[in-house]
């Protein structure tokens, strides 16, 4: 079923290469009705809003304002889920809040020694947007993984949009929102959601950055808005890597790799090892164990297309190979995790030890588990408080800072032949007999 490579054969470069290729093409239909849905929000506003909600959703709303959801709903919502479901939430929120706390950054400034004032001002996001899927789907971790870590940053207010088809809405999303201290909710989805918070409507406010999930239409209108708001990432389809010394018990390994197989057939599913016998014993257990999978058509398709063994000399070209990847998500299951982390130099989460299933990351160790996908690990980060912050360079020249350093401006500023800029630094020098 999953395709075998060897990490020393002739041509294994190339393989790899074909294995980690995934030219999502933009669909040109898609591309050209989203910036149509984006466009027509942005010129009509609350109109256009409610009648894509109303078309795409089988809704029959009379007014816009019957697209956001009070407050006290939300807390309703909470009240109705299992008590079981309400606590693990709660403890969840706990942990990842837990771990973002220790994400914040502080303002720091210091003085040169002519008294010239430096430093940085670190000042949260006045509003962040948050997309979830809706409807009958219900996906509460996402609720929390991208509001905490806002919520932490001090962001000032938190609006999430979620659509509900026919009207229909998860308790436990709701719950998660409650929990999480979402401040407004708009039942709305899919571009025109994007659009609303990209621009604003006289209903939905306009948001300062976007993060969330969505289908390939809200991926495509995060990527159209962008650079008139934030956005998180363009994610691509979830993938895991898993290094194992061949001591792990192979129907965990086999489930791990299930465990992103069964997102969608488009997700990836790498195991690497310098075992042979250990690879062939996954593999048994992959035959084993799919047919009773619930999601084992999805399962089955994923890792036939893109799932793969690869088996390697040893555990240093398994870390070399796995930078090559730079997945979404790498388990580390062998005996000595530590040390074999340090070799790690791309991943978005990494999994240390045998009893850590890439399935805790992704509801409740306490870390975002929205992460760069398709390689992009090797230059991005997992969302974090840090996405919610901007940063202000501070600069206040005392007297003497403003001579000694309008001197070096002036000088700059003259080889770039900006005679303007030479100008007004050279305003501030001291002329002769002047002190500081």
Same mark, same amino acid.
């Given at each position: 079923?999953?395709?075998?490579?060897d990490?020393s054969a002739? &041509?294994f470069?190339g393989?790899l290469a074909?294995?980690l290729?995934f030219s999502?093409?933009r669909?040109a239909?898609?591309?050209?009705?989203?910036?149509?849905? *984006?466009?027509?929000v942005?010129?009509r506003?609350?109109?256009? +809003?409610l009648e894509?909600?109303?078309?795409?959703?089988?809704r029959a709303?009379?007014?816009?304002?019957?697209?956001?959801?009070?407050?006290?709903?939300?807390?309703?919502?909470?009240? %109705?889920i299992p008590?079981?479901l309400?606590?693990?939430?709660?403890a969840?929120?706990?942990?990842?809040?837990? !771990?973002h706390?220790?994400?914040?950054q502080?303002s720091w400034? !210091?003085r040169?020694?002519?008294?010239t004032?430096?430093?940085?001002? $670190?000042?949260?996001?006045? %509003?962040?947007?948050? !997309?979830?899927p809706g409807?009958?789907a219900? !996906?509460p971790s996402s609720?929390?993984?991208n509001?905490i870590p806002?919520?932490?940053?001090?962001?000032?207010?938190l609006?999430?949009?979620v659509?509900?088809?026919? &009207?229909?809405?998860?308790?436990a999303?709701?719950?998660a929102?409650? $929990?999480a201290?979402?401040d407004?909710v708009?039942?709305i989805?899919?571009?025109?959601?994007?659009?609303a918070l990209?621009?604003?409507?006289?209903?939905?406010?306009?948001?300062d950055?976007? #993060? &969330?999930?969505?289908n390939?239409? /809200?991926?495509?209108?995060?990527?159209q808005?962008?650079?008139?708001?934030?956005?998180?990432? *363009?994610?691509g389809?979830?993938?895991?890597a898993v290094?194992?010394?061949?001591?792990?018990?192979?129907e965990?390994?086999?489930?791990d790799?299930f465990?992103?197989?069964? =997102?969608?057939?488009?997700a990836q599913?790498i195991?690497?090892?310098?075992?042979?016998?250990?690879l062939?014993a996954v593999?048994?257990?992959i035959?084993?164990? +799919?047919?009773?999978m619930?999601?084992?058509d999805?399962i089955g398709?994923? +890792?036939a297309?893109?799932g793969a063994?690869?088996?390697?000399?040893?555990?240093?070209?398994?870390?070399?190979i796995?930078?090559?990847i730079a997945?979404?998500?790498l388990?580390?299951?062998v005996?000595?995790?530590e040390?074999l982390?340090?070799?790690? %130099? =791309?991943?978005g989460? #990494?999994?240390?030890g045998?009893?850590t299933?890439?399935?805790?990351?992704d509801?409740?160790a306490?870390?975002s588990?929205v992460l760069p996908?398709a390689?992009?690990?090797?230059?991005a980060?997992p969302l &974090? /408080?840090h996405d919610?912050?901007?940063?202000?360079?501070l600069i206040?020249c005392?007297?003497?800072?403003?001579?000694?350093?309008?001197? +070096?401006?002036?000088v700059?500023?003259e080889?770039?032949?900006?005679?303007?800029?030479?100008?007004s630094a050279a305003a %501030?020098?001291?002329?002769?007999?002047?002190?500081a």
């Amino acid at each position: 079923m999953m395709r075998r490579l060897d990490a020393s054969a002739p &041509g294994f470069a190339g393989e790899l290469a074909e294995l980690l290729d995934f030219s999502a093409q933009r669909d040109a239909g898609v591309v050209e009705q989203v910036a149509a849905i *984006i466009a027509d929000v942005r010129a009509r506003g609350d109109a256009a +809003l409610l009648e894509y909600t109303n078309r795409f959703d089988a809704r029959a709303l009379a007014e816009a304002t019957g697209l956001e959801i009070a407050p006290a709903a939300l807390a309703q919502a909470s009240a %109705r889920i299992p008590s079981q479901l309400r606590e693990a939430l709660q403890a969840v929120a706990s942990r990842i809040e837990s !771990y973002h706390l220790r994400q914040r950054q502080e303002s720091w400034q !210091y003085r040169d020694a002519d008294g010239t004032l430096l430093g940085q001002r $670190i000042t949260a996001l006045d %509003r962040a947007g948050l !997309y979830v899927p809706g409807g009958k789907a219900s !996906y509460p971790s996402s609720v929390l993984m991208n509001a905490i870590p806002a919520r932490v940053a001090g962001v000032g207010e938190l609006v999430m949009v979620v659509p509900a088809p026919r &009207g229909e809405l998860s308790d436990a999303v709701l719950a998660a929102a409650h $929990i999480a201290g979402v401040d407004r909710v708009f039942t709305i989805g899919g571009a025109q959601a994007v659009a609303a918070l990209a621009f604003g409507t006289a209903t939905v406010p306009r948001a300062d950055k976007i #993060v &969330g999930p969505g289908n390939v239409y /809200v991926a495509e209108a995060k990527r159209q808005v962008f650079g008139e708001v934030g956005i998180d990432m *363009i994610a691509g389809p979830s993938e895991i890597a898993v290094i194992c010394d061949g001591a792990t018990d192979p129907e965990w390994i086999a489930l791990d790799l299930f465990s992103q197989a069964e =997102h969608d057939e488009h997700a990836q599913s790498i195991l690497i090892s310098p075992d042979s016998a250990f690879l062939d014993a996954v593999a048994n257990c992959i035959a084993r164990l +799919l047919p009773a999978m619930a999601r084992a058509d999805i399962i089955g398709r994923s +890792l036939a297309a893109r799932g793969a063994f690869i088996l390697v000399r040893d555990l240093a070209e398994a870390a070399e190979i796995s930078n090559r990847i730079a997945p979404e998500h790498l388990e580390l299951s062998v005996a000595e995790p530590e040390q074999l982390l340090a070799a790690i %130099r =791309h991943a978005g989460a #990494v999994f240390l030890g045998r009893h850590t299933p890439e399935a805790i990351g992704d509801y409740c160790a306490g870390p975002s588990h929205v992460l760069p996908t398709a390689g992009t690990a090797r230059f991005a980060s997992p969302l &974090g /408080v840090h996405d919610f912050q901007k940063r202000s360079s501070l600069i206040g020249c005392s007297p003497a800072g403003a001579d000694r350093l309008g001197r +070096l401006a002036r000088v700059l500023a003259e080889s770039e032949s900006l005679q303007a800029h030479a100008l007004s630094a050279a305003a %501030r020098v001291l002329k002769s007999g002047e002190g500081a």
